[in-house]
């Protein structure tokens, strides 16, 4: 069982149902899981914010259907990994973490998602790899994003105008 809990800054904010969130992870995968455990999804995209949200919003990414996605932005001495995973049927847990150098973490992401062959779920096989691998803090439990450029769009564009970056999405499950 995972259970999250919210930073005492965040209760007002949030519903009761929503203060603790627990989370059988050991169950049995639900259907969604299963079907996106074996058809995961990692895109890279370069270019400027702008660019990278051009291309987002020609892409069917299934945000709604998924339980757990995340974005990795890498630029020039700039890092960020965001982890979105859903706490209720309406709001989302969003973990950030900011640095210099992601340090190979594309890398072992494709590797944990080629590892896995679908077999156990894939959200939580990548949150384990990034948990492990960077310092991941809540930054808030938000509403369901409307769209792929809802969620990401702050995000990209807190990197600069005009800068160069890649972004990647890891659509799970």
């Not at 660019?51 to 020039?76: F, N, P, Q, S």
């Not at 960020?80 to 210099?100: I, K, M, P, T, Y």
């Not at 938000?142 to 969620?151: E, G, I, L, N």
């Amino acid at each position: 069982m995972t259970t999250i809990y919210l930073p005492e800054v965040l209760m007002s904010a949030v519903d009761e149902t929503v203060r603790e969130t627990t989370v059988d992870v050991a169950a049995e995968p639900t259907l969604g899981c299963k079907t996106y455990s074996w058809s995961p999804e990692v895109h890279d995209l370069y270019g400027d914010a702008e660019a990278i949200l051009e291309k987002v919003d020609t892409m069917d990414m299934h945000l709604d259907d998924r339980r757990v996605y995340a974005l990795v932005i890498a630029g020039e001495g700039s890092a960020e990994v965001r982890f979105f995973e859903q706490v209720d049927a309406e709001n989302w847990a969003v973990l950030s973490w900011q640095g210099a150098d992601l340090d190979g973490l594309h890398g072992r992401l494709a590797e944990t998602v080629l590892a896995n062959r679908g077999i156990h779920c894939v959200g939580e096989q990548v949150k384990a790899l990034l948990t492990g691998a960077v310092d991941l803090e809540l930054q808030g439990i938000v509403p369901a994003p409307t769209s792929p450029r809802a969620a990401f769009a702050h995000t990209l564009r807190a990197h600069g105008t005009n800068k160069f970056i890649r972004a990647t999405t890891a659509l799970l499950c």
